[in-house]
């Protein structure tokens, strides 16, 4: 092709850097937005992989009643330092701060994000903050053993270091709030000419609505954060009982934006599938409008729901009935989705590449996870299930059995976008098989013994649950070697020069799909114009259409 | 290597705006410190009643003077330098500065005539008094505290911005980093104005 010879010749934006340095300093003072999210990818895959041995710990210590390979106090300190990893450090910013920085400014036309430094100054307060977590570990006093929720007054009361991740994770929620706001004001700034909001792909618009709970809820877990830090230091009594505090306040101020940080784990991730799904069934996404509305009515909604992981605390009948209420409510624009990627799919031509099918897990895996998410918001069956293992299973399939998986789909999605070589498609494909059976090997068992109850968080338990906690573990050995064939295919995907990476490979429509593979610099030389929507397969369409 | 030069997108329309939208997050930042105030207010009236008369009022009516005027020299900066006085611009700045010095010296009066009186988180006096007299106090200090600590973090921006107007870096054709200084200390003041009778005023 000739445009691929030219492009050949144009130096990609590893070759180029923005600033005088080279090497290292290239990267580490880049501003950069495609140079930003590989940083991002490679520490926040850094992170992911020390969060996975330390689960992979936790579930061998479960594998028999009593104890297998550590003290009860090791297990607590493991279990706070998976969850603040994961989620503060993998999942929240996993698709925002990664594939967001590298696509949002391509995806829309622009030539990077509106504040490039700003960009920057959030990837070192992640890199700050991941440390300090990292750091408590290893100082006097042990990390912190109160679970990633940091509930009081256990958390005023512990002598383990909970000041350095309370700080840690302070720090990651400015980078986060930083991060949206950079996204908002270029999405509203910085579309290419023609690209109105509804010609806006839909990660944009789910970027858009991340962003918005990225502000508008982070400073609370700030501020709470502050609070119990200052409690510790000072004993200022706010949420401390003995005077006069209120620990379900906390409670309250914690779920107010831990909820719908949830939401700010999963909506890139729909917003993924949203992309992918159309681009493999080779069909313009069904119901556009609803998709890009349901992630704002998911923002909206997901803020009012919080106190539903507090049924149990003795709150007013009339809060519970309504905060269980707009639970089912959140499940609308959820199914809305689910229903119109099912429908793009109908009738396609579809091609079962590696990015579809991990985009298959995660509906499959979120439909699980939503409708447990419907169970236990019933308040009755609620009183049952929670601080069960249920729980536990319920969040895994939304968090990692969707968001994770959905990073994965991304990962195989613009690998080559990315890195500008191929992966291979053949183990790539083994990699999601083993994943997803072990995935669902792993978590699926907690369902049924959490139903019989089993609780969460528990380092030891009655013989009766050993057989489920058999298999779990079982699962997660199968889980680990589907993820280890994952990440070796793709590093040696990345090193990989013979296999150049055409501009489109997966014949996407998309912006991203019209420059170079990787992309130059400044990724466009002109600024482009839009003037179809952002799925228009109208050709492929009338194309099937003639040779019938 | 830097043959090309990385293009800077300017935008101040996108500037000031992503300046509200951090303006935002702090409403929301301090706006968890008010919810916590009102359900404590609620539950202990009569004691946040009682420990609300050991402020002082004139002090604090003093500082409220202090930063509406500061906010009013800032303002004034902007369109100085807007109408290309330079000169003007840089005075009114440091003016406004002197003014945040004026509002931490009269804190620091107060704060150590409180702490002499023996009144501070975990001082036994505190801890003598009933529940709700702990809770405001500890409130007390906590929202003053951070208040405070945005007045110091206004000041540093307002010193780079002496900076930037004397280099000329900001003038009468890019003052876009003025303005959103000048919104970061309205809301510095903004908060001071919720503040001020929250503590001192209700009785």
Known sequence: ?548 | MSSVTHQIHRDDYGSRMGMWLFLFTELILFGGMFIVYAVYRFIHQQDFHLAAQELNTTIGLLNTIILLTSSMTMAMSITAIQKGNKKLAIALVIITILFAFGFMVNKYFEWSAKIHHGIYPGSPDLLSKPEGQILYFGLYYVMTGLHALHVIIGVTILVFNVVYLWTGHTNSNYFVKLENAGLYWHLVDLIWIFLFPLFYLIH
């Open chain 1, 1 to 548: 092709m000739n445009t691929q010879a030219k492009v050949t010749e144009e130096k990609n934006f590893f070759q180029q850097s923005t600033n005088k340095y080279t090497g290292i300093g290239s990267w580490l003072l880049t501003v950069d937005h495609k140079r930003i999210g590989i940083l991002y990818l490679f520490s926040m895959m850094t992170f992911f992989i020390v969060a996975v041995i330390f689960g992979f710990l936790i579930r061998l210590e479960l594998i028999a009643p009593g104890k297998t390979i550590m003290e009860p106090q090791t297990y607590n300190q493991l279990f706070t330092l998976h969850g603040i990893i994961m989620i503060f450090l993998f999942i929240i910013p996993g698709l925002p701060a990664v594939f967001g920085n590298f696509m949002l400014p391509i995806m829309i036309g622009a030539k990077d994000v509106i504040f490039p430094r700003l960009n920057l100054f959030s990837w070192y307060l992640f890199i700050a903050g991941g440390l300090i977590a990292v750091v408590s570990m290893f100082l006097p006093g042990g990390s912190a053993d109160t679970g990633w929720m940091f509930y009081v007054p256990y958390s005023i009361r512990t002598t383990t270091n909970v000041i350095p991740a309370l700080t840690a994770a302070f720090i990651l929620g400015f980078s986060s709030i930083l991060t949206g706001l950079n996204f908002i004001t270029t999405i509203h700034r910085m579309r290419a000419p023609g690209m109105s909001w509804f010609k806006m792909p839909l990660f944009i618009w789910s970027l858009y609505a991340t962003a918005w709970i990225q502000i508008l809820a982070t400073p609370i877990i700030g501020i709470t954060l502050l609070l119990v830090s200052i409690e510790r230091w000072f004993g200022v009594g706010i949420f401390d009982p003995a005077l006069g505090g209120d620990p379900i306040l906390y409670q309250h101020l914690f779920w107010i934006y831990s909820h719908p940080a949830v939401y700010i784990m999963i909506l890139p991730a729909m917003g993924m599938v949203s992309e992918i799904i159309p681009v493999f069934a080779r069909r313009t996404i069904f119901g556009y409008n609803f998709i890009a509305f349901s992630s704002i009515a998911i923002a909206f909604f997901g803020s009012l729901v919080w106190a539903h992981h507090m049924f149990t605390v003795g709150m007013s009948d009339t809060a519970m009935f309504v905060f269980s209420f707009l639970t089912f409510f959140v499940s609308i624009p959820s199914a809305i989705k689910v229903f119109n990627w099912v429908s793009t799919l109908y009738k396609g031509s579809i091609s079962a590449d590696p990015p579809l099918l991990y985009a298959l897990s995660f509906i499959f895996q979120f439909a699980i996870g939503g409708f447990t998410g419907l169970m236990i918001g019933v308040l009755s069956v609620n009183i049952h299930l929670q601080d069960t293992s249920f729980i536990v299973a319920h969040f895994h399939y939304v968090m990692f059995g969707s968001t994770g998986f959905g990073i994965f789909a991304a990962m195989h999605y613009w690998f080559p976008k990315m890195f500008g070589t191929m992966y291979n498609k053949k183990i790539a494909n083994w990699a999601w098989a083993i994943t997803t059976i072990g995935f669902n090997t792993l978590y699926f068992p907690m369902f049924i013994m959490g139903y019989l109850g089993m609780p969460r968080r528990y380092y030891d338990y009655l013989p009766e649950f050993h057989t489920y906690h058999l298999v779990s573990t079982i699962g997660s050995w199968i889980l680990i070697l589907g993820l280890i064939i994952m990440f070796a295919n793709l590093i040696k995907g990345m090193r990989n020069k013979k296999d150049v990476a055409p501009m489109n490979p997966w014949g996407g429509v998309t912006l991203e799909w019209k420059v170079p593979s990787p992309p130059p610099m400044e990724n466009f030389h002109e600024i482009p114009t839009v003037t179809t929507g952002p799925y228009d397969y109208s050709h492929y369409e009338l194309a099937g259409k003639e040779t019938k």
